[in-house]
Structures are given as structure tokens and as C-alpha cells.
T-cell receptor, first 112, second 115 residues
Framework: QQQVKQSPQSLIVQKGGISIINCAYENTAFDYFPWYQQFPGKGPALLIAIRPDVSEKKEGRFTISFNKSAKQFSLHIMDSQPGDSATYFCAASGSNDYKLSFGAGTTVTVRA | NAGVTQTPKFQVLKTGQSMTLQCAQDMNHNSMYWYRQDPGMGLRLIYYSASEGTTDKGEVPNGYNVSRLNKREFSLRLESAAPSQTSVYFC??????????????FGNGTRLTVT
């Protein structure tokens, strides 16, 4: 039983478009929400992360939106590029629980 | 600067065979982890080591054992492989236990097939 539910499973976007990946959680003790990016044949790498004290965090073309009351958070990839084609995992953990719960992953394909 | 190195990259085993997956990190991290990645399941924690000399079970430890050989190395052993253990295995490390100031650094994985 996954503690973090991620959707969609895959998406295709045209170059320059916006990719949106959504995640939901139930455990109210979660207070750290990272996103990991994984290229084929490689291990995941931290992309961006957010804490519940802010509703949005932006790093370059990547933005996390966080809705604490709805227990949802999402990743937006603006101006998507072919180099963004990868699998993206949302995750969550609590202050006193260092074990990350990962979502199932979303494979993003950016068409040139 | 290699980061986290896993060996082997690929392995095929027959049911009942044993093998050890090796992992080494050169970042002087204290904590190390073993995850498995299966389609539609994300990454699931098998075992972790908070620091040299300690190991603890994660979410899916059955059928596996680990050894924290020293600060750099953390191995995963399958004593009697089963087809359900067919997966991609990732080793990871972090400065201290995973958190906002201590993200995970992953190796490139070992793809294991058990027939």
C-alpha cells in the first residue's frame, strides 16, 4: 500500500509545453516532499524539494506547488525540453521518520 | 569523483542461487540504503544503515541480508533467490539519515533477473 499516490503514470508533451505531475498523501506527519528525476539506466537524483511552510517553490523551469489542506503537491515543468524526458518520482517523509515513501513514478516524454 | 558505485550492473540467477550485490561510496557519507525498483511500485526500502556498525530493516526486508563492511561499503545478499526478487536494485547514501538537509545519492543500479 503506497503512502504516496502519483499520477499520471506517463505523459507526452510537445517541446515548449507544460508537464504537470500530481501526488497525494494521507499521512499528516509528512513534512518533507522531494522530487527525484531518473534518466534511463541511471539512478534517481534529487531535483527539487519543498517543506509545508511554503505553498510554492521554483527552481529554473521546475516548480513545486503544495496544498497542505488537500494533502496534495505537484510538479510543473515549464517550457519542457527533450532533455527533460525522464521518470519523475514524488516522495514524502516526516521529521521523525527518515524513511522516504516514493510514488510510483511518471515517465515524461518531450517530443521535439 | 565516482559517488555511489554498484557492482555488478546486470545479473541473471536461477531460483535458489545466492549472490551478493556490492555498493561503495566515496563521499564520506554516514548513512547507506538499499532500494528495489519495480514497475508501478516506485522505490521501496529494503535495508538501511544509519552509520557504520548498524543496520535496520526497511519496508521489504524478507529474503535479504545486508552487511555494512565499513563506512564506504554496504552489501546486499540474496541467500536463495526467488523469481519475485527480479528487480532493479539501487544503493544510496546520505550525509546523515535522509531528510531536508541530507538528500539521497543513488548509484546506477543492478538489474537482477531470477529465472
Amino acid at each position: 500500500q503506497q503512502q504516496v499516490k502519483q499520477s499520471p503514470q506517463s505523459l507526452i508533451v510537445q517541446k515548449g509545453g507544460i508537464s504537470i505531475i500530481n501526488c497525494a498523501y494521507e499521512n499528516t506527519a509528512f513534512d518533507y516532499f522531494p522530487w527525484y528525476q531518473q534518466f534511463p539506466g541511471k539512478g534517481p537524483a534529487l531535483l527539487i524539494a519543498i517543506r509545508p511552510d511554503v505553498s510554492e517553490k521554483k527552481e529554473g523551469r521546475f516548480t513545486i506547488s503544495f496544498n497542505k489542506s488537500a494533502k496534495q503537491f505537484s510538479l510543473h515543468i515549464m517550457d519542457s525540453q527533450p532533455g527533460d524526458s525522464a521518470t519523475y518520482f514524488c516522495a514524502a517523509s516526516g521529521s521523525n521518520d527518515y524513511k522516504l515513501s516514493f510514488g510510483a513514478g511518471t515517465t515524461v516524454t518531450v517530443r521535439a | 569523483n565516482a559517488g555511489v558505485t554498484q557492482t555488478p550492473k546486470f545479473q541473471v540467477l536461477k531460483t535458489g542461487q545466492s549472490m551478493t550485490l556490492q555498493c561503495a561510496q566515496d563521499m564520506n557519507h554516514n548513512s547507506m540504503y538499499w532500494y528495489r525498483q519495480d514497475p508501478g511500485m516506485g522505490l521501496r526500502l529494503i535495508y538501511y544503515s544509519a552509520s557504520e556498525g548498524t543496520t535496520d530493516k526497511g519496508e521489504v526486508p524478507n529474503g535479504y541480508n545486508v552487511s555494512r563492511l565499513n563506512k564506504r561499503e554496504f552489501s546486499l545478499r540474496l541467500e536463495s533467490a526467488a523469481p519475485s526478487q527480479t528487480s532493479v536494485y539501487f544503493c544510496a547514501s546520505s550525509v546523515t539519515l535522509q531528510g531536508p538537509n541530507s538528500p539521497l545519492h543513488f548509484g546506477n543500479g543492478t538489474r537482477l533477473t531470477v529465472t
